[in-house]
């Protein structure tokens, strides 16, 4: 693992001050505070005698009690850097388990998935929708449910698994994908679209033609560039015989153990149709709700992801 990518893993940055943090604090607990314990009971006893012996030889000293309730503090105080980390763990703890077992927020970089997401959406993934998953490994644990056709989902790239991508589920395990002129078969089903008003891409200030297209339960906007060929360099990846390429378009059979993901900016979205399947184990939650994007706010969009 290279020094940039564990710098970009978060995740792994926050469990090392997780674990340095709970060290210092448990250490501070059974250890340094038991020290400073000890030495604040030797300073008073000296201090006890030292004013024993003042008294005995008719000298008074102002303000005995104060002297000695602040000696007592300043050797039970705790140095700064245990101090810190003894505030930042529980902090840092629980937002290690919100994020590695319940709810993992997430930017939207791109614009492949506009129009349900737009650049700079702010999402919450559910992290254990999909199964219970060791954080930094991401090994499951407990299986729960598996993903459907239409989910919205967050994955690492199988090409760099220091990056997470987004993109909707089209094809669950053994289904038959066939993508020709630009609408979508499953299992020998096309799917049901009809026109909308045609979209204007912010990014680009150009119109796409706008559908909506129903795959299983989920009816859900998908964009279409017309001027953009159907023809695809498709990668060298796992499964890629199970998959034909033509100058219409494409058809795989998705293998056991993985799922085919498309964006819905379908002509502007590198997905499984150029680098392939995306394993089980790539799996990282379900989309589920946007709550900000503070490039474009618009209360309409807040809520959840269909």
């Not at 529980?90 to 970089?109: C, H, N, Q, T």
């Not at 900000?292 to 309409?300: A, S």
Request: glycine share 8%; with cysteine.
């Amino acid at each position: 693992m290279t020094l940039q990518s564990i710098l970009g893993n978060f995740a792994l940055i926050l469990f090392v001050l997780m674990v340095v943090t709970g060290v210092i604090w448990v250490l501070d607990l059974v250890v340094f505070s038991k020290q400073r314990r000890a030495a604040a009971d030797k300073a008073l006893v000296e201090y006890d005698e030292r004013m024993a012996r003042s008294a005995a030889n008719g000298i008074r000293m102002d303000e005995q009690g104060n002297a000695r309730s602040k000696l007592e503090a300043d050797i039970l105080r705790q140095p700064t850097w245990i101090e810190y980390s003894g505030s930042f763990f529980p902090v840092i703890a629980l937002v290690f388990f919100l994020r590695s077992f319940l709810w993992e927020p997430f930017k939207i970089p791109s614009s492949s998935m506009v129009p349900t997401l737009l650049v700079g959406d702010l999402i919450l993934v559910n992290k254990y929708t999909y199964g219970i998953r060791l954080p930094i490994l991401n090994k499951k644990v407990v299986q729960i449910n598996d993903p459907q056709r239409g989910d919205v989902m967050v994955f690492k790239y199988p090409k760099d698994m220091t990056q997470d991508y987004i993109k909707r589920v089209i094809g669950v395990p053994g289904d038959k994908i066939v993508y020709q002129n630009k609408r979508l078969t499953i299992n020998g089903q096309p799917l049901a679209y009809a026109p909308m008003e045609d979209y204007l891409e912010e990014g680009t200030l150009s119109y796409q033609k706008q559908f909506t297209e129903q795959l299983g339960p989920v009816q859900h906007r998908i964009l279409n560039n017309e001027k953009m060929p159907m023809s695809l360099q498709a990668d060298d990846f796992p499964g890629r015989e199970a998959c034909t390429y033509n100058y219409e378009g494409f058809s795989c059979v998705v293998p056991e153990g993985n799922y085919f993901m498309m964006g819905d900016n379908r002509d502007n979205s590198a997905d499984s149709r150029i680098w392939g399947f995306v394993p089980d184990k790539n799996i990282v939650g379900k989309a589920f709700f946007v709550w900000m994007n503070l490039g474009n706010f618009n209360f309409d969009r807040l809520g959840g992801i269909r």
